[in-house]
């Protein structure tokens, strides 16, 4: 390992930080329980006042460590720090990159499940091109590592794999795998590499399908982990970019905008107790491979069987295990894509809320550092926060409802000279509410402030103007989404407490809309709990209702939000009119505009036809040559797959090798794939045949 570059950035007192943080929120969440005592015991506090009170203490508590961490991350860019307790290389004179080779070498990896080959290839060849301009290509190495189980997509994939390498000369350089089996999604494929290959690497940078990143930060990273020999993980926050439609670059300027205020306060108070979001980051492999084997859970999905969110877990092993794990938002140049619409939105949301739920059973490991279990629990919080809110809207409909039917005490069993009058503090109720409100806006406020003191940087998000009012648009459109979400997230919670696993789904990523009746049928439910609450505070005391009506209206117009901002043509027009800019829009990256041009051409080329991957591989000598060479050498088959194979040879055998009369199903064409002797009997017998027409 070669010796640290530069000199070590001074640390504050890690107890000091995490004393002021989170000491802040614990005296803010005990001062607003207080206060809000004070308003529910006007008349003594009945058994739903109690569990309002337990409940919006839990709440305030989670909103409060959202707010103290964006004021710390504030108030860390207002000053320009950069992550302490990081060893940073030194920067060469001027602004070119530093030449000077890496002593390390780092594997690439783009595990994949049934993506677009076209996307996924130019972003690749972006990135190679990227890295290749660095002058480090020779410490790098690319692996495409799919899990893709359809038939077309995965001969499609071997295809451009092989014309990638072609274009870039990356023979030797750029490798592509596929596994038979899929055990344990993405985590086992990571696995799968670092049992073939990760020791031939010092380490890994472990992407999605829609990651992009700059050579210049994949060189950056490399030289971080080359500097600081105890980081195990080093975490690059990406940005999101690249969708059009309205939903998407609301998300992609709210991310952009806001999200270095929200990674510099999680880092100021992380420091090297840091998290993993499970793409974008770059990992020690000798000490991933030694420390982070995951567990199989006990019992049967949702909560048994294989992690789904293994990052957060994977972090806390690699923790246990004395490395350090950091999130740096120093590190620019790294990129994902969001959901187009709502609908797709909370479609993944199903998945990270199971995967995160799981983490309950893994809090009480043995060994794990304390912030490695407030991750878990945050990223639990993230999903049960909002079945807390939705019971905390119930129960305070019930204690008004309640308190509409009680008659005021006015002489207590004790003599008095005067009737006691019951004080409502109303004022306090309204001020209270102000904060919980105040704190949730508060942090894109702050954000708007470094804006606007980087005056230069403000005409990328279209200038000071439009920019102020896509704060405003933006936030008044997340304020209606949110009580959306929060029953959709009531809704998965409580599908996972009774048993239902939610399977493994590939993320949609294009620019595709939502139609009404798909809405109608997603929010019909929603929109009628809205007219309930409605109904149930007016009902409970008419001058209810007026607090309510933040949750209805978002509940009423979730069917028309979801369909008008899943329309590339409304974003479209706000693009125009300079709303919801990011500077990725306005001035892109090359790597940006590269892997936009890649892709272009790339979706030109001919897809292979979801019948015709077998025809493909037999009737093209070179797509056979090159698929049976990548074919795995475990060959050694379950029952259920010997069965599968029988049945698909059982039909060429009757319909004497011809594959559109033999009708196979993607599950037997999978297996015909991945039998060599039958692809090469196949081909044998179509050539023949080519050879007795042509005679």
């Known amino acids: 390992m070669s010796a640290p570059i530069g000199r070590e950035v001074p640390v504050a007192s890690t107890k000091l930080r995490r004393i ?3 000491g802040a929120i614990g005296l803010s969440t005990i001062a607003a329980a207080r206060a809000m005592h004070v308003v529910l015991s006007s008349q003594g506090l009945t058994e739903l006042d109690v569990a309002l009170l337990l409940l919006f203490t839990v709440n305030f508590a989670w909103i409060a460590v959202s707010f103290w961490s964006a004021v710390a991350g504030f108030l860390v860019l207002l000053f320009g720090r950069r992550t302490a307790g990081l060893v940073f290389p030194a920067k060469p004179a001027g602004r070119t990159p530093s030449r000077e080779p890496l002593s390390t070498r780092t594997a690439i990896l783009m595990p994949v499940y049934n993506e677009d080959p076209a996307g996924i290839f130019a972003r690749l060849q972006a990135m190679y091109e990227s890295v290749a301009a660095t002058g480090h290509l020779d410490s790098f190495d690319f692996f495409i590592l799919s899990d893709s189980t359809k038939p077309e997509i995965w001969i499609a994939e071997e295809i451009h794999w092989l014309e990638f390498c072609r274009r870039v000369g990356g023979h030797g350089r750029i490798f592509y795998r596929k596994r038979r089996r899929n055990t344990a999604r993405k985590s086992g494929n990571i696995a799968d590499f670092c049992c073939r290959w990760g020791y031939r690497y010092d380490h890994m940078v472990v992407l999605d399908a829609d990651s992009l990143m700059t050579g210049e930060t994949l060189v950056a990273m490399a030289r971080l982990m080359e500097a ?6 080093i975490q690059a926050p990406p940005v999101t970019v690249n969708r059009n439609t309205l939903f998407a670059r609301m998300q992609q300027f709210a991310n952009r905008l806001y999200g270095p205020v929200a990674t510099a306060g999680f880092a100021f108070w992380s420091l090297g107790d840091g998290n993993y979001w499970g793409h974008n980051a770059i990992i020690r492999t000798r000490a991933f491979i030694e420390s982070c084997g995951l567990p199989t859970l006990s019992g049967r999905p949702p909560f048994g069987g294989h992690i789904l969110s293994h990052d957060f877990v994977e972090a806390a092993l690699m923790r246990r295990a004395g490395w350090t794990v950091w999130l740096v938002p120093e590190l620019g140049g790294s990129y994902e894509e969001c ?17 995160n739920l799981q983490h309950l059973r893994v809090l009480a490991a043995g060994g794990l550092r304390p912030l490695s279990r407030l991750h878990l629990l945050m990223g639990v919080m993230s999903y049960v926060s909002s079945p807390l809110w939705l019971a905390m ?14 008659e005021p005490i006015y002489f207590a069993s004790y003599q008095t000279l005067f009737p006691i009058w019951p004080v409502i503090d109303e004022g306090l109720a309204k001020g209270l509410f102000a904060i919980v409100i105040g704190m949730l806006v508060m942090p894109k406020l702050l954000s708007f402030v470094l804006l606007l003191r980087h005056y230069g940087v403000a005409h990328r998000f279209g200038g000071i103007g439009r920019a102020a009012l896509s704060v405003v648009l933006e936030t008044l459109f997340s304020a209606l989404l949110a009580p959306v979400m929060m029953l959709f997230h009531s809704s998965f919670v409580a ?19 939502v139609g009404w009746r798909e809405a109608l049928r997603r929010h019909g439910g929603h929109s009628l709990v809205g007219l309930l609450f409605a109904g149930l505070a007016y009902w409970a005391s008419p001058g209810l209702l007026p607090w309510m009506v933040p949750v209805v209206a978002g509940l009423l117009l979730a069917t028309p939000l979801t369909v008008l901002s899943g329309r590339q ?6 693009r125009r009119r300079g709303l919801f800019l990011i500077p990725e829009e306005t001035a892109p990256p090359l790597v940006l505009r590269r892997a936009a ?4 051409a790339l979706k030109r080329v001919a897809p292979v036809a979801p019948d015709a991957a077998v025809a493909r591989v037999i009737e093209n000598p070179l797509i056979n040559a090159v698929h049976v060479a990548l074919l795995p050498g475990d060959a050694n088959l379950s029952a259920e797959e ?8 059982d039909k060429l055998a009757r319909t004497r090798g011809r594959l559109a009369a033999a009708r196979l199903t993607p599950q037997e064409q999978m297996a015909i794939l991945f039998d060599s002797p039958t692809l090469v009997a196949l081909q044998r017998a179509y050539f023949e045949e080519r050879c007795e027409e042509a005679a």
Request: charged residues 25%; positive net charge; glycine residues 12%.
């Open 20 to 22: 002021a943080v989170f």
């Open 228 to 233: 600081n020999p105890r980081a195990g993980i």
């Open 339 to 355: 959901p187009p619409t709502v609908i797709d939105f909370a479609k993944r949301d199903r998945r990270w809320c199971q995967g």
């Open 393 to 406: 809207l119930v129960i305070g409909l019930l204690a008004a409802w309640q308190a509409s039917l009680t």
């Open 495 to 513: 599908e996972i407490l009774l048993g239902r696993d939610t399977g493994w789904t590939g993320q949609r990523r294009d620019d595709g809309g």
């Open 569 to 574: 043509r409304l974003g479209a027009w706000t």
């Open 597 to 600: 041009e890649l892709s272009a």
């Open 642 to 649: 010997a069965e599968i194979l029988a049945a698909a040879r």
